[in-house]
């Protein structure tokens, strides 16, 4: 008698995905649209400060890129000083960036396959301390490519600007596409016009900019405004 495969449990993510479902389908699939040819394209999530959503929509945009298109996916979590998305997708903690950088951890072992078929993720790995810039380091820079060579999208949860200038820059000149997530209620005007500033010197194309955690009188609580 055969066995039964064992059942794929639900990513923890998708649990909460519901009400704001429409959206990350909307914003996926804007982002596919606008990559009609070949070329590789780097998707940055940012924002001005911790706290705006970066993470939770980084990876929800790369688990419908990878599921919707049939397309290998990088999702890359450069944000080392709030780590979650491991437990998003139901993976342990380490390894992640972090052991690869602090103890030469191997990167194989480090990026490491989703339940989704296609979608492999670098996350943050061992909390620990860390130094403004180092994502700007030659091994660091050479950890990104190796995670991310033979995929043909790359979405990266990257560091706040304000908080922690150095890396957002540098991941900055990595991206192609850049989304800017602002916190409804928290973000200052201040705030947001100087991360538009650090994003336009970058060079970096500024796909849209997401106002999260917005309440209106629609069923989900997040806005998408000013999307190119």
Same mark, same amino acid.
């Given at each position: 008698m055969k066995k039964k495969a064992p059942k794929k449990q639900p990513i923890p993510? !998708?649990? /909460? &995905?519901?009400?704001?479902?429409?959206?990350?389908?909307?914003?996926?699939? *804007?982002?596919?649209?606008? +990559?009609? *040819? @070949?070329?590789?394209e780097r998707i940055l999530f940012i924002s001005p400060e911790h706290g705006a959503g970066t993470t939770t929509l980084a990876t929800a945009t790369a688990l419908g890129l990878a599921r919707n298109l049939g397309e290998e996916?990088? &999702?890359? !979590?450069? @944000?080392?000083?709030? =780590?979650?998305?491991? /437990?998003y997708l139901g993976l342990p903690p380490s390894p992640g960036i972090t052991?690869?950088?602090?103890? /030469?951890?191997?990167?194989?072992?480090?990026?490491? @396959? +989703?339940?989704?078929?296609?979608?492999?993720? &670098?996350?943050?790995?061992?909390?620990?301390?860390?130094? +403004?810039? !180092?994502?700007?380091? =030659?091994?660091?820079? !050479?950890?990104?490519e190796r995670a991310t060579r033979g995929t043909r999208f790359t979405?990266? *949860?990257? =560091?706040?600007?304000?908080p922690h200038p150095a890396d957002a820059r540098h991941l900055l000149q990595y991206a192609s596409?850049?989304?800017?997530?602002?916190q409804a209620r928290h973000t200052s005007k201040a705030g947001a016009k100087h991360a538009i500033r650090v994003i336009e010197e970058s060079e970096a194309q500024l796909a849209g900019v997401?106002?999260?955690?917005?309440? +209106?009188?629609?069923?989900? /609580?997040?806005?998408k405004r000013n999307w190119r």
């Open positions: 993510l !998708e649990e /909460g &995905l519901t009400s704001i479902q429409p959206v990350l389908d909307a914003l996926w699939s *804007d982002l596919a649209h606008a +990559s009609r *040819d @070949n070329r590789r996916v990088a &999702l890359i !979590e450069a @944000n080392c000083y709030t =780590p979650a998305m491991a /437990g052991d690869v950088l602090a103890s /030469g951890a191997s990167h194989h072992r480090a990026v490491r @396959n +989703s339940q989704v078929k296609g979608l492999y993720a &670098l996350t943050a790995g061992s909390i620990v301390q860390r130094s +403004s810039g !180092e994502l700007a380091t =030659p091994n660091a820079r !050479e950890l990104l979405v990266i *949860d990257a =560091p706040p600007i304000l596409k850049v989304v800017l997530v602002l997401i106002l999260n955690r917005f309440q +209106s009188d629609l069923p989900f /609580g997040l806005g």
